[in-house]
DNA sequence: CTGCAGGGATTCTCC
DNA sequence: ATCCCTGCAG
């Protein structure tokens, strides 16, 4: 095991007092690339090493189960085996953990099954129809997103006793009902993994205390986009020692839709006195001109303690960019410019294309299929996400969990077996009445139906019974593989399906060390493959270039960046627009995914955009406006003809620009490039750009009145302003 | 009960 | 453009 010496070392003089750090609050702010995962790892590898803390007593929290795999990794890797009892997990997976255990106590079962979002949708329809809520005025969608709000901000519907109007009134009730048939199904929605294990908390102080003294360290990253309910859970896990170190960057937090809180980064001081507070700036992951960029579009922010990152990196690329005529012509541009990266022998691995959102992959798609390009769209429909792969696992889970109602809504004419809505309907509507469980209706024939149907219904109800025979053994993919077959569907999947269920049992039994009781094999794959996220398809991509939001980019690096679709209404999206504190989360997720380059970041957008059938031409974005000209090359418009070189670029590979002057050397002043200048003749104007020395230099002007100009320096009586 | 056609609404980020 | 719902024919 490493000593406590040999694991600060290396480690800037910041970095080394957060990890250092044993007692009390403290609060790490930390910017874009400035060594955040390293800092947390070695904290937790240093609190181990000099003896603070054994690793039972530390628990880690991140956002995503990638983020926590890595650092897990990376902890194991500095001690060398010794951390064995270090709980790094996701928020969501950490109350799984404590609610299998403790759930009782709360009138569920420990065998609850989780619901995603489709689940949860499929149950606020099914309450609204039974409640007989006009659906126009209560679309589900909405009415999910505004239970799911509510639980965020840790609020039940008893407290919203208070309120008054109709509109209020109904939502309660509606909410009330939705939750009571999640506790009948011995279900829990996303929402519910924090707020219930909140509630049991709060309500049962002997539970509380007990994984109070269990975990005496508690680390959380990406502070800066905690919510109410995470926050309070916080607040009451370290209550009784506040050994509580948060890390993040009030510049990154990017999930507000999720009630993700930045007063909680903001404030932490104050709702933690005597917190201690270190600053990580130096950033060592990006060139000056990116790093300038970024940091000047995200100072338009109010929100905002406000830093100053700083490189040691000298030199460096200007952010380069370019305007389409449309979507594909970006597209084409984006691929063009991936060939003749690939032509100096660079990894496509090394490159990214990041937007605002999944629908704005197709085009590239379709650009990148075209030139052979190999590609993986990271997020969008994740493998668990696609129709037969969630009715397969609705079977799990209704084999698993009976009273699971939505799983067993799903499958129970699935494939058709001749069991239609009216029937359906009918056995609900019968199992409201007696009070008990849909299964429990079909198992015992309620809702009068038809004889026919009655024998298909006894033949569902069989066929549940012998498949959970068969999930009572060791093995998850032979089961899986009866499943299927008896089930007659899924032929095409089948194969797929076992290996990747085959590699879940091989990583599953070498880890079998669990506290966690009598649960088998299937219980542990439904719960990893609900909590999964996003992110967590970004393994073993190899060398194919990765598409992605910029929500799913966070945390990651690449040498070469793109984003595309730097336009008003797509970023910044519609929906903000008119809201300047959604506008402000725009930008800081606009400085996410410019903070991502490592080496050269390529900015682009479409005057012309076909979008939902039909054509838009959308400003360009607001961001661009706000990057310095000194630190951008490629102003609109302006695409160079093909030059000819000693290695031309692949025939037809897109559009490109000359920014062979956009290098700038280390140390070099600036060139004159957006000073504000006034011509004799032009008046007013900034300089775009300038092309050439001495006295063939050229510049591009932009002036107030007049517009572009290219102007011989030589020549021009310029007067230089401000 | 099943499958298909047509019409209306919607438009984002996700654990 | 796409999803989702409804209505209708077999």
Known sequence: MATPEEITQGLNPEQAEAVRHVEGPLLVLAGAGSGKTRMLTHRVAHLIASGAAWPHEILAVTFTNKAAREMRERVERLLGGGTRGVWVSTFHSTCVRILRREISQLGYESSFAIYDSDDSLALAKRVLKALDVDEKTWPPRSVRA???RLKNRGMLPADLAQESSLHGRRLREIYQRYQMELRRANALDFGDLLLLCTRLFENHPGVLAEYQRRWRFVLVDEYQDTNPIQYRWLRLLTAAHRNLCVVGDEDQSIYRFREADIRNILDFEKDFPGAHVVRLEQNYRSTQPILSAASAVVANNVERKGKRLFTQRGGGERVRFYEAADERGEAAFVVGDLLRLRETGESLANAAIFYRTHAQSRPLEEELLKYNLPYVVVGGTRFYDRAEVKDALAYLRALRNPAD???????????????GRTSVERVLLAAEEAQTTFWDALVRGLGALSPATQKRVGEFVALMRELARSLEGESLAQPLAQLLER???LRALEAENTVAVEEFERQNRESEAGDDGPRTLVDLFLEQVTLLSEADGLENTGARIPLMTVHVAKGLEFKHVFVVGLEEGIFPHFASLEDPSAIEEERRLCYVAMTRAMERLTLCNASLRRMHGSVRYNAPSRFLAEIPDELIVGRRGRVALPVPRES???????????????????????PGVGQRVEHPIFGAGRIMEVVGGGAAAKATIRFDRAGMKVIKLKYAQLRLLD
């Open 648 to 670: 031309p670029p692949p025939r037809d590979a897109g559009p490109r620009i000359d920014y062979s002057d956009s290098q700038l050397a280390p140390g070099e002043d600036l």
């Open 146 to 148: 505004a239970i799911d």
């Open 405 to 419: 109602t939505e799983s067993l809504l799903r499958i129970v004419n699935t494939p058709a077996r001749g069991i």
């Open 487 to 489: 089930t007659g569907y």
